[in-house]
T-cell receptor, first 116, second 111 residues
């Protein structure tokens, strides 16, 4: 059983909808990540939070809005998405000690998003 | 230039074969290096960390050459269960938590 839980596992939405992806980690970690995985492309880092503070925003369009209320929870709010945003969205966590991350990432099983 | 580049796949090998994957990275300030494994329609999972001195875990050996910014993974005596995508991962540039994944190399081990 994974220590990182993502919901929903599957989501279909129209371009005008607003939805949110949720991630929860039970590992006592302090850093949390959102990655996007599209077919035949590498995982793309989207956002990183360390101790609830955003440390990375990898030039992600504003239609993706992250929220990290505490070290255990991470959300990705979605609005006015495009069909090309259809992908697997993976949440991960790590210990998050120090200034840079030198530790293993633990991934959730992902939320598969389809934008119609 | 991509931040992390890997051998294009797929690699198709028979059981028992030895197979090697290569990876290069562009950021010389990178601090941590890993190989992850991703099975079809599953999340990535850590296979092993990579150290400058080289490290071995059973049939798997990883090497790091910081001067050449090159990472390798060697799998000996391949098993059917080794079939997966192997991801080269580089982390820890100055000032952030930027963990970057390569595109992955697909391995098929056949009986």
């Amino acid at each position: 059983e994974t220590g990182v839980t993502q919901t929903p596992r599957h989501l279909v939405m129209g371009m005008t909808n607003k939805k949110s992806l949720k991630c929860e980690q039970h590992l006592g970690h302090n850093a949390m990540y959102w990655y996007k995985q599209s077919a035949k492309k590498p995982l793309e880092l989207m956002f990183v939070y360390n101790f609830k503070e955003q440390t990375e925003n990898n030039s992600v369009p504003s239609r993706f809005s992250p929220e990290c209320p505490n070290s255990s929870h991470l959300f990705l709010h979605l609005h006015t998405l495009q069909p090309e945003d259809s992908a697997l969205y993976l949440c991960a966590s790590s210990l998050g000690r120090g200034v840079t991350n030198t530790g293993e990432l633990f991934f959730g099983e992902g939320s598969r998003l389809t934008v119609l | 230039r991509k931040e992390v580049e890997q051998d294009p796949g797929p690699f198709n090998v028979p059981e028992g074969a030895t197979v090697a994957f290569n990876c290069t990275y562009s950021n010389s300030a990178s601090q941590s290096f890993f190989w992850y494994r991703q099975d079809c329609r599953k999340e990535p999972k850590l296979l092993m960390s990579v150290y400058s001195s080289g490290n071995e875990d059973g049939r798997f050996t990883a090497q790091l050459n910081r001067a050449s910014q090159y990472i390798s993974l060697l799998i000996r005596d391949s098993k059917l269960s080794d079939s997966a995508t192997y991801l080269c991962v580089v982390s820890g540039n100055t000032g952030g938590f930027k963990t970057i994944f390569g595109a992955g190399t697909r391995l098929f081990v056949k009986a």
